[in-house]
């Protein structure tokens, strides 16, 4: 249904001569060249904290496109990408290849950067999980994997929202790029626990 890879975070179109140490390639943080059955992309976007293909790295069948409906127009906040992702992925196969298929411009000016800098984006991740919610509900989707991993995404926003001025220094001190270093080997550690775990179990 879905063919997507990944995008370099691309600094240095500015000319400040710091920029170009600032690309990166985003690491989706899983096993590429590989199929994957729904939900277990969603399934890991959760554990991620997010983590995706960006939408400007995918070719989506038109049938499939047609049949889920990918956008939601009334969603007028940030994160609207999240929610394209949530319908792909808990309703079909997509595979992920092994290559950068985009580059995405980051300013400090973007929509985005603004609004994460501001409590507005905690508020924005409040309504797409009240979607979220409504969503899984009308569609019927019960699979404790999907719930279970909605819960625990939940809990980390409310607790890094919870951080306010904290969370804000820390994005504002680091980089985009060291940070998503950060949270990378965060969710590395934890995918390498949990094999371990149900190892031992």
Known sequence: DVVCGTAECWFSWSERSSAKEQDFVIDLVLMTEKLYE??????????????????????IRKEYAKRIGIFEEEFRHIGEDQIAWAKLTLNGRIYVMDEVLARYRLHPDSITAVESRSRRADASAGYFFNWLDEYLETQRIDSEKVLDSVRRFKRKAQFEARLGVLKRLYQK???????????????????????STHWHE
């Open 38 to 59: 729904p939900p277990a992309l969603f399934v890991h976007n959760m554990k991620a904290g997010g983590r995706k293909a960006p939408t400007d790295c995918m070719m």
């Open 173 to 195: 001190t680091l980089p985009l790029h060291i940070r998503y270093k950060l949270r990378d080997k965060v969710t590395k550690m934890k995918k390498a626990l949990s094999r």
